[in-house]
C-alpha cells in the first residue's frame, strides 16, 4: 500500500479520489494544512504551485487538486474562482445569470498535482463535458453537482446519481484514474522515495 498526503478540507473530495485510487492500492491520508492558491487563470498552475508549498511543509510525496467548472456562456465563469463563486453566489444566482441563453455547454476539469519534491512535480487531467440544467436537482454530492448534466450521462444531474456514476466519467475520476495508472506504472521509483 503506498499513502500519500492529500491536502483539502472537503470530504467529498477524499472520497471520491480514494475510491479510485484503491484500485491501485494507494491511500490518502487528508491532511487539513492551508492550500495556497496562486492567482492565476489556469488550474494547472494553482495546483502546481499549491502542491510544491504544501511539499515546503510536509517535506513527504503530497497530492493537491485544483478543480472548476466552466461555462462557455459565461467565457469560463466560474472556472478557477468556483469554490469563491459557490459561496457568494450559490447555485440559484447562476442559473439566473443563465436565464434566456440557449448555449448552455459547460464543463467541469480536475487538475491533480503530485509533488514528490520541489522540482519533481507530475499533473494529471481530468474532464467531463456537460449542460448547465434550468433547475436545481439531485441532493447528492457537492458544490455544482445539482445543475451539472453531464452529457456521458442519461440526463441526470451529478447531485442525482450516486459517487461510483459520478466517479466513472467525472473530471476527478478521471484525473484520479491517470494517477493511478502512473503510480502503477512507477511503483519502484515511489517506493523508494517513501
Ligand atoms: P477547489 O478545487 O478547492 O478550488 O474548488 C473547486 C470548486 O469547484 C469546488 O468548491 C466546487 O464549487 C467546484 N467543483 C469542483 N469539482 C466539483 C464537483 O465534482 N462537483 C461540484 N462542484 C465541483
Redesign the pocket.
Known sequence: MIRLYFV?N?KHKVAEAQKILSKYSVELEPIDIK?V?LQSESLEDIARYAAIEAYKIIAKPVVV?????FIDALNGFPGPY??YV?KTLGLKRILKLLEGEENRRAR?I?VVALALSCEDVYLFKGVVEGVIAHEIRGGK?????PI?IPIEGDGRT?AEMNSEEKNII???GRAFEALGRWISANRDKLIYIL
Not at 487538486?65 to 467548472?69: A, I, K, M, R, W
Not at 454530492?141 to 453537482?145: H, K, L, P, R, S
Open positions: 483539502t472537503n492550500k492558491e487538486e485544483d478543480s472548476g467548472l468556483s469554490s459557490y467541469f480536475a454530492g457537492f458544490g455544482f453537482d451539472f451529478f467525472s473530471h476527478r
